[in-house]
């Protein structure tokens, strides 16, 4: 941005010091120059929210992860347009020809409609408008993406291609420049190789006769399986296209895998899991038909899986640490089976290196999530034949959407953020899951993680913003503590989720 700011103000002067006899040209200097910058954000800016682009396969960093700078290039190209539109409106105010300019010229009216395209794309981008409108923005985005990129086409004047044509505005036959024609021919080469893999993708590996089912696991959780051949890691997401669902049918929604692939030794069959909070929209529909026909199925689209731990795998971190927190709950059911699975194989084969050991901690609404996460796991213990729960596991869920006279009922204190429930001894007698009432602390939960000496820690944080950015915080303050030699864990990672 700092250097997007020099080159932006640092050349001068920003208008030509036209006079009657001498004149530089009619287009300010400083409107050319943030006219082309604006111009070479745009590949980026389109390239960048494809789930398989270049970029992310020569950096190996997931889509997710890009997602930010596709948003960033958007403001930086939004500001570069304002910078480019308004020198041209003060030089033609100026002038005393802005009226004719605007009724003449196809230019400025094209690139006014551009520039109100982008900014609402921009807009509605801000998490607190598009988490409360997230099915309109969804719905709307791609149009408005299409309306600017059309009229930012025309605005250019052809420019961008090798057509030799009249000018759209009253001037000469123009030369079209080579360079933005190869640009424009790059740009529209990538997106078609990064918008055609999933799609081909999606044909050829898995094909289209899978089908999703549906069943409601409590109130506030939908639970959506998918038999399927293929493999995956924990904190892996994929996108589900359900058919026959409306509008819906053409959009891909990104999903948070909550299970892992059955061993080789099970006699079963792996199963795509979720564990879907309803809202709006698409999930309010499935959930709807869920409730009225228990288990009823519509075929389903995959492309996937995507993103997922970066590196060595979390296990081969000494200590395990896992935050899942509404929505996001589900996350740590993989971290959870694979720790599960790989103490019942080191004690099968008497190996003597060390587990890794494995906290969860869940902040959650749905009073129903001990249960069907219990289920979720015995299930999974009886598919590959585990009849063993390690002592290195510890699961504390905390209940935050207990009513007050229910906490009254069950805690000295409802204040006390970890008093410690009863009434759940048949839920938990098989599992090491702690009920609580209230909400974590988040930031002394990683503190703690962190502060153990001599040790590795792996942190994996799915949830709220809120919760993120104060995982994120702690584990940044973390690893200055290990980068000073304090006191503290050797290492610490993080993989902060978004889906769920």
Known sequence: MRQCSAMTLGPQPYY???????????????????????????????ILPTKANMIASLTGVSHERLIVFHNWVGWAMLVLALVHTFPFIVFHVRKGDMVYVWDTSVVYWTGVVALLAQAYLQVFSLRSIRDRFYEFFKATHYIAAIVFVIFFFIHCDFRLSSWCVHSLSPCLLRRPDPRARDYFIATGVLYTLSFLYPQIRTYFEFGLSHRASFTMVSDQALKVTIPIETTWRPGQ??????????????????????????????????????????????????????????????????????????????????????????????????????????????????????????QVVIATRDTQLVQWYEEALLEYLGENGLDMVPDNLDISIYQTGRSESERNSTSKDPEQPNEKLGGNDQVVKQLPITVFSGRPDITTVVRDATLQPGLSVGIAACGPAEVLKLAREEAAAAQLRVMGSRSSAREVYLHSEVFS
Not at 16 to 33: C, E, F, K, L, V
Request: charged fraction near 10%; aromatic fraction near 12%; hydrophobic fraction near 40%.
């Open 237 to 358: 997401h994929i996108f589900l296209r359900f058919v026959h669902m409306g509008v819906h049918a053409f959009t891909a929604h990104p999903f948070t895998i909550c299970s892992l692939p059955v061993t080789k030794d099970s006699t079963g069959q792996s199963k795509l899991t979720f564990y879907v909070h309803p809202r709006g929209g698409l999930t309010a529909r499935l959930a709807k038909a869920a409730f009225q026909r228990p288990g009823f199925s519509v075929p389903v689209l995959l492309d996937g899986p995507y993103g997922g731990v970066q590196g060595k795998p979390l296990y081969n971190y000494d200590h395990n640490l896992i935050i899942a927190c509404g929505a996001g709950a589900g996350l740590s059911l993989p971290f959870v089976m694979e720790s599960l699975l790989r103490s019942a194989w080191q004690a099968k084969t008497k190996n003597k290196a060390l587990v890794s050991k494995i």
């Open 16 to 46: 030509w010091p036209n006079t009657p006899t001498i004149s530089y040209g009619s287009s300010p200097p400083i409107a050319t120059r943030t006219g082309w910058m604006a111009l070479a954000c745009l590949p980026f800016m389109i």
